[in-house]
Each structure stands twice: as structure tokens, then as C-alpha cells.
């Protein structure tokens, strides 16, 4: 467990609206992740982050955008709200020894 | 890129019984191969893992095999009991650029 906290846990929000995910890690681990799970699809990256201020795309980044100012938080931000990205979204962080990688609890997003 | 499947997407076992879950991948690059279980309403959790200098690793009732030559690893669970229910995932990583996933396994174990 690398004391991974996600908040909010859960969030209805109105179609164009902005909406940020935070991340936090305890571990002072290097890279960190942003996923989205949906059924039928799995767990998919979105971004992920390598260091402060060093960023990524994953497979489905489009229309997100992340933010790393400390090694402790990772941001998700949404700039304009779709339905398309009602979704769980999981962030995780990995072991700096390995690749053993932890997830948070995450984030139910609707919507509306 | 990496490509993780995974089948089969639903299995059902008898209490006692093994269950065995396959995937492949696509990227002979991958050196790093992870399972989750997923229980409802959390966050996957690391059950094993196996690197691609190790054909096969044990933990309990759990094992998990790797064929680097064919891409393909499998998990492995024995004497399966209730509380294995949840969705199991697999995924394949090379150094720090994120795993990617299989779709997930649900398994359910039968009384």
C-alpha cells in the first residue's frame, strides 16, 4: 500500500464544466499515473508523470490534461466536461526500487 | 504500442477447483508482468507479478507462468476459495511508461 488518496471520491458535474482530480502519494515515489476504467474496455492510461513538471500522453488522453508541481500530487483536469468521460478514474504510483505499481481507491465522475 | 488480451473474460469454477487465466502480449519489449484483483468498489491490488528474466513464480495458492518466446503468461490459482471472487487483471510494462491492461477476467467461484 503506498498511501495513495484520491480525492473527490465521487463527483456528478454538468456537461463543459471543468473538473479537477487530485491525486496524493505518502511514498515519494517518481512516476505516477492517471487511468480511467470503463466496462468492456479495462484500465486504460490516460497520462502519466515521471517526475515535477515532467508529463506524458497515454492511450487516451484527449481532452485531459495533468499537472505535476510536487512529487507528492498529481492533478487530472477535465477543461470542458464531456458524458463520454463518466467514467471511474484510478490514479497509481509506482515503487521507486521496481515496477510494482499501487493504485488509489478512485474516482466515480458523472456526466450530466 | 502494447497490446494486452486476456481470456477468457468470464470464468466460473467450483469451490476446491484451479481456475487458470491466460493473456498474451504484443511488445518483446515488455519485461514486467502484473495480475489484479479487482474487488467491487476498490482499487486493483497487486496479487503477484513476474519479470521477464523468471519463467515461473509461486505465492501460496497462486503461481503465475511467463513464455517470453510465444508472449503469453497465465495465472494460476488452486483450491479456489469464495473469496477469490472479484475481476482479475493482467498487464504488461517496459520500464516505467505505465501499464497496460488486459480487459479483465471476472471469476466466480461456485458453492
Known amino acids: 500500500d503506498a498511501g495513495i488518496t484520491q480525492s473527490p471520491r465521487h463527483k456528478v458535474t454538468e456537461t463543459g464544466t471543468p473538473v479537477t482530480l487530485r491525486c496524493h502519494q505518502t511514498?515519494?515515489?517518481?512516476?505516477m499515473y492517471w487511468y480511467r476504467q470503463d466496462p468492456g474496455h479495462g484500465l486504460r492510461l490516460i497520462h502519466y508523470?515521471?517526475?515535477?513538471?515532467?508529463?506524458d500522453k497515454g492511450e487516451v488522453s484527449d481532452g485531459y490534461s495533468v499537472s505535476r508541481s510536487k512529487t507528492e500530487d498529481f492533478l487530472l483536469t477535465l477543461e470542458s466536461a464531456t458524458s463520454s468521460q463518466t467514467s471511474v478514474y484510478f490514479c497509481?504510483?509506482?515503487?521507486?526500487?521496481?515496477?510494482?505499481?499501487?493504485f488509489g481507491e478512485g474516482s466515480w465522475l458523472t456526466v450530466v | 504500442g502494447e497490446n494486452v488480451e486476456q481470456h477468457p473474460s468470464t470464468l466460473s469454477v467450483q469451490e476446491g477447483d484451479s481456475a487458470v487465466i491466460k493473456c498474451t502480449y504484443s511488445?518483446?519489449?515488455?519485461?514486467?508482468f502484473p495480475w489484479y484483483k479487482q474487488e467491487l468498489g476498490k482499487g486493483p491490488q497487486l496479487i503477484i507479478d513476474?519479470?521477464?528474466?523468471?519463467g515461473e513464480k509461486k505465492d501460496q495458492r497462486i503461481a503465475v507462468t511467463l513464455n517470453k518466446t510465444a508472449k503469453h503468461f497465465s495465472l494460476h490459482i488452486t483450491e479456489t476459495q469464495p473469496e477469490d471472487s472479484a475481476v482479475y487483471f493482467c498487464?504488461?510494462?517496459?520500464?516505467?511508461?505505465?501499464?497496460?491492461f488486459g480487459k479483465g477476467t471476472r471469476l466466480h467461484i461456485l458453492p
Open positions: 511488445d518483446s519489449a515488455s519485461n514486467y
Open positions: 511514498e515519494n515515489h517518481r512516476y
Open positions: 497509481a504510483s509506482e515503487d521507486n526500487s521496481g515496477n510494482t505499481i499501487y
Open positions: 513476474i519479470r521477464s528474466n523468471v
Open positions: 498487464a504488461a510494462s517496459k520500464n516505467g511508461k505505465g501499464i497496460i
Open positions: 508523470s515521471y517526475g515535477v513538471k515532467d508529463t
